[in-house]
């Protein structure tokens, strides 16, 4: 006897067309959440990149160009990871509730990542407000995430939250480590055993995970960074980065030293992993696309290279624009940035 579809399944159904969403029938066949250890669920990852977060498909009524066959050529390229980048406040009613429409695309997300058999990280982008106001952006931060956990309690463990994306200004070390236990909170009264994503301050960064006071009962948690070092490289050129980097060009990287730095980079972030025991994901890197395209490759190679020797997974930035690792506009991948992430890849 077939059960009534309600929420989640009724929400799929009912959506059709051009966006190329999953079938109710595939709703229909959901899998339930076994616990994993925070060490075993980043040795499962594999590849990861950053999808969707700036695309016009978030706006109401908006296509965007991801389509399903994108998720699928995620999956046969070799990536493991999609981090889903949401920019949740701006979606927000007077009500405090999360407009039920965004709700219905990110649950098609969430869908296609577990058809095609990618890790999914629901990544909390709204950095920026929150570096501009702490006091909004915990009340915020807790009403989103009450939301988001709630809604998406019984998916797979291959369903990641990751609390906030970058804290930095007045999301200060002690702010930031005052701030994501009430959050976290949260998400334990409805995922007392799934696994969490938290990273430092400075906009995640190496250098601030031994101010970050993870709570020491809660093995549940991933430690994540970012990494764009050598930044007057991988910046080079960018409209949003500080002028003086605006205005570089023909920046290039590949000296002894510079691929030397690197390791000793991600040495000192697996020292702090050993000593917390805390499993690691690196969730930022890419070179801008201004950069020669062959010391590109070689950054993110030697990057990728780095982050798997330790064992820490990665997401890279990002799948398309800017960083670009695959073209909406010719339908296709940019074939030496994927073998640098990839070199098995057979796409």
């Excluded at 506009?329 to 890849?345: F, G, H, M």
């Amino acid at each position: 006897m077939l059960k009534p579809m309600t929420g989640l399944r009724l929400a799929l159904a009912l959506m059709a067309g051009p966006l190329g969403l999953a079938s109710a029938a595939h709703a229909e066949r959901p899998k339930p959440f076994v616990e994993i250890s925070a060490a075993e669920q980043v040795a499962k990852m594999g590849p990861g990149v950053n999808i969707i977060g700036y695309d016009p498909y978030w706006q109401d009524g908006g296509q965007g160009n991801y389509k399903e066959e994108h998720f699928k050529a995620m999956h046969d390229a070799g990536f493991g990871t999609i981090r889903v980048v949401l920019f949740t406040f701006s979606h927000i009613g007077a009500d405090g509730k999360i407009d039920p429409k965004w709700m219905t695309k990110l649950d098609w997300v969430v869908e296609m990542g577990k058809k095609y058999n990618l890790t999914v990280i629901l990544d909390e982008h709204d950095f920026t407000d929150c570096s501009k106001d702490a006091a909004v952006c915990a009340t915020t931060l807790k009403n989103v995430w009450s939301q988001l956990a709630t809604r998406y309690a019984d998916e797979p463990n291959t369903v990641i939250f990751e609390l906030l994306n970058e804290p930095h200004d007045k999301l200060d070390a002690d702010t930031w480590n005052a701030l994501f236990p009430q959050v976290l909170s949260i998400v334990r009264a409805s995922n007392p055993k799934r696994n969490v994503i938290i990273g430092p301050t400075h906009w995640n960064s190496r250098n601030d995970l031994e101010l970050l006071k993870l709570p020491q009962d809660d093995r549940h948690i991933i430690a994540t960074f970012h990494y764009y070092d050598p930044f007057n490289f991988t910046h080079q050129g960018a409209s949003w980065a500080p002028p003086e980097i605006t205005a570089l060009k023909d920046v290039l990287f590949g000296t002894p030293e510079q691929i030397a730095q690197v390791g000793k980079d991600f040495d000192a972030v697996k020292a702090w992993s050993v000593a917390n025991d805390r499993p690691i994901l690196l969730g930022e890197f890419g070179a801008y696309d201004k950069a020669a395209m062959k010391d590109r490759v070689l950054w993110t190679s030697t990057v990728a290279r780095a982050a798997e020797s330790r064992g820490f997974a990665y997401a890279y930035w990002q799948f398309s624009s800017d960083f670009i690792v695959y073209d909406f506009k010719k339908q296709a991948w940019v074939e030496p940035i994927l073998k640098a992430l990839i070199p098995a890849s057979k796409e």
